[in-house]
């Protein structure tokens, strides 16, 4: 497995060796130990699938406590994948980064904690997986505004993004609970 550093550096972009012959193909999208290799030594403890259609936009989410280390992948379509570095003590704080996940190119996403993680799907439907390094607490889940003009991130809106009523709801950078 390749990794593929990003514009933020704990953020990278994994690239699986893929096996194509006339049948089809295979893929290792995880592998305890070809992991540690890479660096990503934290326990995946539960793993998450969600199907949206064109213009579905989810995020910025993430729990200030438990929080989860992501590995999210695309099965079928494609996503702009962001995340938004909410460590206050690192030097990228409030900046993020966008990663074009797809069945087709088979990217998987290395988001650690401390990082508010969301998407737009850009194919007429995507199919997202991802692993995740601390369970879900809807009591500390807690949302940013993907639109806080703070964020200056490029969501690649062809119209209208479709965006749920509690994401509307997020706040922006400045009132944010955010990690040390």
Not at 37 to 57: K, T
Not at 153 to 164: D, F, K, Q, R, Y
Request: with cysteine.
């Amino acid at each position: 497995m390749k990794k593929i550093p990003t514009s933020l550096q704990d953020v990278f972009i994994l690239e699986p060796r893929v096996f194509a012959d006339e049948r089809g193909f295979f893929l290792e999208s995880y592998s305890e130990r070809t992991f540690e290799e890479l660096g990503i030594l934290e326990r995946f403890v539960q793993d998450n699938h969600s199907c949206s259609r064109r213009g579905v936009l989810r995020g910025l989410h993430y729990q200030i406590k438990q929080a989860q280390g992501k590995l999210v992948r695309v099965v079928e379509g494609e996503i702009l994948d962001v995340a938004v570095d909410l460590r206050r003590s690192s030097p990228h704080f409030g900046r993020s980064v966008t990663v074009h996940l797809s069945g087709e190119n088979k990217h998987i996403l290395w988001i650690p904690a401390g990082f508010a993680h969301g998407f737009h799907v850009v194919s007429d439907q995507a199919q997202v997986c991802y692993k995740a390094t601390d369970y879900y607490a809807p009591e500390h889940e807690r949302t940013l505004l993907w639109s806080d003009p703070a964020l200056r991130i490029n969501w690649e809106l062809g119209g209208e993004a479709i965006v749920s009523t509690k994401d509307q709801r997020g706040v922006a950078l400045h009132e944010a609970e955010t990690f040390e």
